[in-house]
T-cell receptor, first 110, second 115 residues
Framework: EDQVTQSPEALRLQEGESSSLNCSYT??????LFWYRQDPGKGPEFLFT???AGEEKEKERLKATLTKKESFLHITAPKPEDSATYLC???????????FGKGTKLSVKP | ETGVTQTPRHLVMGMTNKKSLKCEQH?????MYWYKQSAKKPLELMFV???????ENNSVPSRFSPECPNSSHLFLHLHTLQPEDSALYLC??????????????FGEGSRLTVL
């Protein structure tokens, strides 16, 4: 069964304290892995697409990496404005549907 | 206006009411989606429309009825809902329904409460 598991469920960091969020997946025929950011009361905002193992993408303090079994979202020197829920989704399987994880809620304290 | 807009942002309805959620996208996209987001659960795909044709109905109860009159507008008609249907309903669009449709543009959602 296609599945996406994100960990940790919640993460509290001090401003400037770098860390990583994990997204592990099982899917037949991965077509793409996607990261989204969701602020409270808003819809998810697209961040990155990763297509193959070894690929990396960066945007400001965020860097996403992909292996054959998982993806990491590295946050370097986070700021309070990085506080949000980060969602991971994979596309694959026979129907090519997008399967979301439950998300990691990140809180960055000043 | 730009992006994907949803109205209303908040809706409270009784179990016997009929209401509708509206979504409009200004991105020139060809595919539109309805998702349900409940607390502690992953986003659940409800319906997919591609070029105004429904291409997917993810085993959604008939009390939810989608309508896509054109490629820019999407509605979700609600009838005889249950309290467990209370959730955030998100509309999204993408360039098309081809293989790489994971890059979705979401609206801000309609928060639905069923009493």
């Amino acid at each position: 069964e296609d599945q996406v598991t994100q960990s940790p469920e919640a993460l509290r960091l001090q401003e400037g304290e770098s860390s990583s969020l994990n997204c592990s997946y099982t899917v037949s025929g991965l077509r793409g892995l996607f990261w989204y950011r969701q602020d409270p009361g808003k819809g998810p905002e697209f961040l990155f697409t990763l297509y193959s193992a070894g690929e990396e993408k960066e945007k400001e303090r965020l860097k996403a990496t992909l292996t054959k079994k998982e993806s990491f979202l590295h946050i370097t020197a986070p700021k309070p404005e990085d506080s949000a829920t980060y969602l991971c989704a994979v596309q694959g399987g026979s129907q090519g549907n997008l399967i979301f994880g439950k998300g990691t809620k990140l809180s960055v304290k000043p | 206006e730009t992006g994907v807009t949803q109205t209303p942002r908040h809706l409270v309805m009784g179990m016997t009411n009929k209401k509708s959620l509206k979504c409009e996208q200004h991105l020139g996209h060809n595919a539109m989606y309805w998702y349900k987001q409940s607390a502690k659960k992953p986003l659940e795909l409800m319906f997919v429309y591609s070029l105004e044709e429904r291409v997917e109905n993810n085993s959604v109860p008939s009390r939810f009825s989608p309508e896509c009159p054109n490629s820019s507008h999407l509605f979700l008609h609600l009838h005889t809902l249950q309290p467990e249907d209370s959730a955030l309903y998100l509309c999204a669009s993408s360039q098309d329904r081809a293989s790489w449709y994971g890059e979705l543009f979401f609206g801000e959602g309609s928060r639905l409460t069923v009493l």
